[in-house]
């Protein structure tokens, strides 16, 4: 299992999101865009214009984390745009195959988003059409949240559910990801690691990158 860094964009200065992205870039794997509507979580952040913006600008491949009421409607979209992975929230999908096949359709990965309370085991049977499960370890919203330790459980049957089904599938963790919490989340099974307030409240984001890689690479071989 690679170890991958998603740098989240929410904790960056928005009036230079495109400076801010050059900042991981080399670095990273990815750049995690947290999407977000003031409706299915209560803050509001940016929107379809600004990822396609950042498309433009950035040669990070972007993954959209859509914290938005209706994602059976927009999620499609912005995978048309080139995102190359879309995430959506199992709490509001309303069809969720529908909504991962047409991502997978248009050329992005599908994102499937468990909040903290939300059990994995009931969604079992839609792993085959997941590319990416995330598991989240605060409540949606905010960066710079206290992580939970009480997902770690759960991010474990779901490790454990993944290989069941071939092992293809990644595992992503965000919210309070840091290099305090990133060795338990790689223990437990994660492989994809989002990371805003870690990254971009440092000084030095790209080094900021490189430790939390290491350290979750060597608690992967541990
Ligand atoms: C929170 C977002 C996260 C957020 C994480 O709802 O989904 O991506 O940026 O921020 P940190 O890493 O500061 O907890
Ligand atoms: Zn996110």
């Known amino acids: 299992m690679a170890v991958q860094i998603s740098p989240s964009i929410l904790s960056a200065d928005f009036s230079r999101l495109a400076d801010e992205a050059t900042r991981v870039e080399g670095v990273a794997d990815w750049l995690h865009v947290d999407v977000m509507d003031n409706h299915f979580v ?30 059976d409607r927009w999620a499609p979209s912005y995978a048309e745009a080139g995102a190359g992975s879309v995430t959506i929230h199992a709490e509001a999908a309303k069809a969720p ?42 409540e949606p919203g905010f960066g710079g949240q206290k992580f939970l330790d009480v997902v770690l459980p759960k991010l474990s049957r779901a490790r454990a559910l993944i290989e069941k089904y071939g092992g293809e599938v ?53």
């Open 170 to 222: 990644w595992l992503q963790v965000d919210g309070g990801v840091s290099a305090e919490t990133i060795e338990r989340c790689a223990e437990a099974g994660a492989d994809v690691f989002v990371a805003g307030s870690a990254v971009y409240g440092a000084e030095d984001a790209a080094k900021a990158v490189r430790d939390l890689r290491a350290l979750a690479a060597a608690a992967q071989q541990a």
């Open 97 to 138: 195959v529908r909504t991962l096949r047409a991502i997978r359709s248009a050329g992005a990965r599908s994102g499937f988003a468990l909040n903290p309370a939300t059990p994995v085991d009931y969604y079992e049977d839609l792993l085959p059409e997941i590319d990416m499960l995330l598991v989240m370890t605060v």
């Open 42 to 71: 209560p803050n509001l952040t940016l929107g379809l214009p600004i990822v396609e913006s950042l498309l433009k600008t950035t040669s990070l491949p972007i993954d959209c984390h859509l914290m938005i009421e209706s994602p």
